[in-house]
């Protein structure tokens, strides 16, 4: 049965055209996107970034395609308003169209996906072109690719030079042109976001990119304050839920060595016959 409150392709390009922001989260389990979707966010992207917030890896490169279908199916139960996206990891699209096509199905076959989304700009469209073809919803991503984050020496602005700008500039375009339904711009000036964004009839996404884009998104456990390993500028940190949910550990490590936990109403009971009869049959 489907969902009649169910996100779409149509509601979120409808938001560009009466100019309302899109909101957009990113969520990796099941609780995660029960939460997500809860609070009305209208585009739950299952990140690659998971390599780092969930998996403990340094960058995003070493994350599988496995390793994301299992954690896009697991959002799948939770998110049943928000329109559905993920991640496509790096090397799953790049190496020709036949496997972009392959690999990007796995993700509405096997994990309910509404969409993927893949980086970089014309130097991907081959492969854009070749999945959405193939019947299926595909979001750019542009500016700071971290799948490519050595090659652009590093975590850093992009786009921040005239010539990178237009770059930029051209490559959103190319893949508006390709078909890409929207698209992510990352760690680029306010200004060009701005430009990028008026140019193209889809919605771009903005992290780190300026109030000029047609809709946010920032990392989950960004802004729950649960990873504090790397923290970009770009990320708003509207709790810290971390020293809570330490004190909560030491608490519970501390009832336990001194035994107040588990107390009594966290304990179940037996008749008193049943105890004796037990106990007399040892």
């Known amino acids: 049965m489907t969902n009649s409150n169910k996100v779409t392709i149509l509601d979120i390009q409808s938001k560009k055209e009466r100019k309302q922001p899109v909101t957009m989260l990113t969520a990796y389990d099941y609780p995660g996107a029960l939460l997500v979707d809860e609070a009305g966010v209208d585009i739950i992207l299952v990140g690659d970034s998971l390599a780092m917030t969930v998996l403990g890896h340094s960058g995003t490169v070493a994350v599988t395609i496995d390793d994301m279908l299992h954690h896009c199916k697991a959002v799948a139960r939770g998110g049943n308003r928000a329109f559905l996206v ?3 990891p790096f090397l799953s699209y790049q190496i020709n169209p036949a496997e972009a096509v392959r690999n990007a199905g796995r993700f509405l076959k096997e994990a309910a996906m509404d969409a993927v989304k893949l980086e970089g700009g014309q130097e991907v469209t081959f492969a854009v072109q070749a999945i959405v073809q193939a019947g299926i919803p595909v979001m750019g991503h542009l500016g700071l690719t971290p799948q490519t984050a050595a090659k652009l020496g590093g975590y850093k602005v992009q786009g921040n030079t005239a010539e990178k700008a237009k770059k930029l500039l051209a490559d959103a375009l190319a893949l508006e042109k390709a078909g890409c339904f929207s ?5 680029i000036p306010s200004p060009v976001a701005e430009v990028v964004s008026k140019a193209l009839t889809i919605p771009t996404i903005g992290i780190g990119a300026g109030p000029h884009c047609d809709g946010q998104i920032l990392i989950f456990h960004d802004l729950l304050g649960l990873f504090d390993q790397f ?6 940190q509207y709790v810290n839920l971390r020293p809570l949910m330490v004190d909560a550990f030491k608490s519970f490590r501390q009832e336990v060595e001194s035994g107040v936990f588990p107390a009594p109403e966290h304990t179940f009971k037996m008749k008193q016959a049943e ?3 037990f106990l007399n049959s040892e």
């Not at 698209?183 to 760690?187: D, G, R, T, Y």
């Open 183 to 187: 698209i992510v711009l990352e760690a």
């Open 86 to 88: 993920g991640d496509m």
């Open 275 to 277: 105890l004796e009869e």
């Open 231 to 236: 923290t970009p500028k770009f990320a708003r």
